[in-house]
């Protein structure tokens, strides 16, 4: 593609892309604009609709003040005059103010008058009784207006929605008691609807809410924007739109949705501007682009062409030993060309060198294990080997992005300077300094770095520096022993020097030329063992049939080898069986034309299988033929190790947070059903059979919640919360599970009077559970463990040395494994520590367990005897085993239950109304709040609340009570879950609440809860 091809595609690309971008901001301009204007009108519409349905609604209440303040209909309600019914109750002058159905019923739910009219067809008929039930007493009706004495509001019955109003019948001057209560109803049908589509000349349709249909039509995001803000807007296409209203009964449930199409004339005006917008800016562009094109065809693109082509010739042509004609004319482009062809001259002189220089460069670089590096006197780095890419994961366009400080740690900082310092002022023109970096992984890693800096012949004073660097994390000792052996090595070849040069002055000449044969060997040597003898990497070559032709000391130190023995020059690595065939697979893709491969492969090293990772270079002779094998390894066993631990702990925590959901949501259920079982126990007589079988059921249920303890252990445990443990039977439960599928027998001594422990019972059952598994994988062969416990008083100054004075339990469990050694004794407790094989998190899990309960546990050990673990506990009395005083429960509380179940509101409402208290549910902390401030507004605060700590979906008991606090300091709430290991249900005064519950519970045990808080409350 020539020249001008490429201007023109290159101004075409950013004509495409200006087109885009003004497309897009003019596009984003003009959007904002239109969608606000058509949002403003859309509200404007809704809110009308709005007016007009409130407008349906007030007209009714009015009618029944005006109807309900005459004398005459509280003369009728009182003494039942039919005169007044006959003057004033006229069947046409209700069908004329279309009312539907009028109802007087007296206080007591007895209809004392009702009819239902037919405004279309002008008669009247008897009232539905569906819709009568709900003013007789038990209805809703009659209930909302003894507590509102007025109202007016959206109801349904039988399936009609309709405008209803209910007010009780005074004198006219207000005075009196109310003798009875007037209803009015305004079905919404066609007719009506019709009323409020004249009212706001628009297009209306009403239906009753259906949440899963609406949900479904709307879409997710809509319909809870339409529950959260009582509208809604939902565009059909480009020109039309449908405007929703959700309206609420008296009760605030959601009964009606009002629906109105609109149509989108702004947004079908919004696209005609764009379009018309971006046709004027593209034609405009056109036509700029096209002058300039002429332009610059004109002035520069000929004279380009033709330099391009006189280029193009010589690439073509005879390289670099051509030249570019330049004529006489003097411009940048004909002094281009003059520098170009300067160019070619020092090219074409300089081409020999730099190809061979080339060769020897690879060689000697590239295929290093050691990491070479260049970096200017900015610090930025300028070139870096293969080897120090892989070491530090990067590729070799990222170079610029990285100096030699970012790669360091800060604190080696000072010490780099200081060898920079000391390159700069002359001392030899390098510096050699051991430095902690960052590898790929991550981890710090002390290197070697010997720093060179590179004379420029323009600039004396050097412009780059070289970096050989190798990993000497496990071998700065070594590195410490070779440098004073080479600085002795030194300090004999000077004393020779001298020695020679003393002895015989006629051989001076001869002696200089030595010295400095002996001067350039010895920089020879310095920068072999640098390269190769100091490094950490194990490095060997070998003749093709095996034997070793070379190994630097650290391949001799790893394998034990002295190469100055026939059979150490023949050794050959231990590989296991299962990786010999890869092995030899991977050494048969080698060849010529792919001689350098890496590969891992495990090792037998001392009865120790260590992972190794191996680079194999093939190198051949001039006459192709395979002379020798190299190889630079590494061990990565550790590496490998870490690798499979992560992932066990990564599965371990995911394990953890599933059982604790799940247990979190059995709890739920079994407070529900232990709830219901309660309930019908309590609806038969004691010496009925279906009441013991039912009380047997229902203690069932509760030791269920064992099996939620169990679960819950494989949780992180969290925050203990305490509570009189049996230790004894929290023994006899872990045993069975720890000896499940093994030859080992657990035989134990647990003496009645052992006291009881002050403990979380899942989490001591965890770490029980975790040192008798311990125990019982001591002993491969299988055997007995011993159990015992006993109680024990730890004084001032006295016993185990990490245990406060007091009281504690003690229970210690022997093995007769193969016992433990004093060096490993130190990291039994160590996160993945294990003599076994293969580590976890048991005995590290058990102690931190202990630990958070103010106990300790110790161990004794000895080799091919045995372990003896102990686990020392807080103590505390035994139980007394009580349960709370039914019959003097408080008769007059009034309780708010707080709880996302509903079958728990309930059964929980139902049990606690039993025994006499008065109880109303919320289902969210934020309806919590709100009957709370209502409750204190109208004077009849709660005694007590009762919240769950989680609720889905909405805001949770520990948020909720810092707000109700905020309204009344001294209310009193109990705090219940499912999940118990929350640091709220530990310490529930911490965070507000008087009492705690946890979930399931019988009903005798949130009673005695209330009870204990409510007679603190009464000072008893």
Known sequence: MSIRYKIFAVLIVMLLLLVIMMNFVSGFIIDS??????????????????????????????????????????????????????????????????????????????????????????????????????????????????????????????????????????????????????????????????????????????????????????????????????????????????????????????????????????????????????????????IILIIFMMMLERVVIRKVIKFDK????????????????????????TTLAASINDMLRNIEEAQRSVVESERRYRAIVQDQTDLIFRFGKDGQLTFANDSFLRYYGMKPEDLGKWTVLSIMDPECK????????????????????????????????????????????????????????????????????????????????????????????????????????????????????????????????????????????????YYNLDLRSEEARRFTPNILDEDQNSYSN????????????????????????????????????????????????????????????????????????????????????LTK????????????????????????TERSIYDAKRLTDNILTFSDGGEPIKQPVDLAETIRDAAGTATAGSNVRIEMSLPDDLLWADADPSQILQAVRGVLINAVESMPKGGVVKVMASNMMVETGEGASELAPGRYVRADIIDHGDGITKEKLLHIFDPYFSTKGRGGLGLSSALSIVKRHNGTISVESAVHVGSKFS?????????????PDLAQTPMAAHILLMDDEEGILEVGSELLKEYGYSVECARTGEEAIKMYEDAVGSGRIYDLLTMDLTIKGGMGGKDAIKRILEIDPA???????GYSHDPVMAHPREYGFKGVVKKPYMIAEMLQEINRILDATDGK
């Open 414 to 557: 000072d010490q780099f300077d200081e060898g920079m310092h000391g390159i700069n002022l002359g001392n030899g023109g390098s510096a050699c300094m051991q430095l902690r970096c960052h590898n790929a992984e991550g981890q710090k890693r002390w290197q070697q770095w010997t720093v060179s800096r590179i004379i420029d012949l323009e600039d004396v004073t050097g412009s780059d520096f070289q970096v050989v660097a190798g990993d000497i994390t496990a071998q700065r000792e070594a590195d410490l022993e070779l440098r004073r052996y080479r600085d002795r090595l030194e300090e004999m070849v000077q004393d020779r020097t001298q020695e020679l040069l003393a002895a015989n002055d006629a051989l001076a000449k001869e002696v200089e030329k030595r010295r400095k044969v002996e001067l350039d060997l010895q920089e020879s040597q310095s920068q072999y063992k640098a390269v190769v003898e100091d490094q950490t990497e194990l490095i060997a070559r070998m003749y093709p049939d095996g034997r070793i032709r070379f190994a630097n000391n650290a391949y001799l130190r």
């Open 971 to 977: 209310a009193k709430a109990i705090v219940s879950s």
């Open 33 to 286: 604009s239109y969608d606000q204007l058509e949002q403003r009108e859309a509200d404007n519409r809704i809110s009308q609709l709005h007016q007009a349905l409130h407008i349906r609604s007030s007209d009714i209440g009015l009618l029944v003040r005006d109807y309900s303040d005459w004398n005459d209909t509280y003369d009728f309600s009182y003494s039942y005059n039919q005169e007044y019914l006959d003057a004033n109750f006229l069947d046409t002058t209700f069908i004329s103010q279309n009312i539907d159905v009028v109802v007087i019923s007296g206080l007591n739910g007895t209809i004392m008058y009702s009819k239902t009219f037919d405004s279309t067809n002008k008669v009247a008929y008897p009232t539905d009784q569906a819709f009568l039930s709900h003013l007789r007493d038990g209805g809703y009706l009659l209930q909302r207006t003894s507590e509102m004495k007025e109202w007016n509001g959206y109801t349904v019955s039988s399936g009609y929605l309709g405008w209803t109003a209910c007010r009780e019948i005074f004198m006219s001057d207000g005075g009196g008691e109310p003798v009875a209560i007037l209803t009015f109803v305004r079905w919404i049908n066609e007719a009506n609807i019709d009323r409020i589509g004249q009212l706001t000349t628009y297009d209306v349709d009403i239906t009753g809410f259906n949440g899963l249909a609406l949900e479904e039509r709307l879409g997710h995001d809509r319909f809870n924007s339409l529950l959260n803000d009582g509208r809604a807007s939902v565009a059909e296409n480009d020109s039309a739109m449908t405007l929703y209203l959700l309206e609420y009964d008296t009760f605030d449930n959601p009964i009606l949705v009002l629906s109105s199409p609109y149509e989108r004339s702004i947004n079908v005006q919004r696209i005609d501007t764009l379009h018309n917008y971006m046709i004027y800016f593209v034609l405009t562009i056109l």
């Open 586 to 669: 991977f050494l048969s893709t080698l060849n010529r034309d792919r001689p350098v491969g890496m590969t891992e492969y495990r090792v037998l090293l001392d009865e120790e299988v260590r992972w190794q990772q191996w680079t194999y270079r093939l190198i051949y002779d001039s006459n192709g033929t395979l002379a020798e094998i190299q190889g630079v390894g590494r061990d990565i066993t550790d590496r490998k190790r870490m690798e499979e631990e992560m992932v066990r702990s990564e599965r371990l925590e995911s394990l953890g947070i599933l059982a604790g959901g799940m247990a979190h949501e059995f709890n739920n259920t």
């Open 871 to 883: 686990i020392f506990l807080p103590a505390t009395d035994r139980p007394k085993v009580t349960g």
């Open 310 to 333: 006189d280029v193009d010739d010589i690439s073509n042509g005879r390289g670099i030993l051509r030249r570019i004609q330049v004529d006489g004319r003097s411009d940048e482009i």
């Open 673 to 696: 059903v232990l709830g219901n079982v309660t309930l019908a126990k309590n609806m038969v007589t004691p010496d009925d059979p279906l009441h013991k079988r039912l009380e047997v």
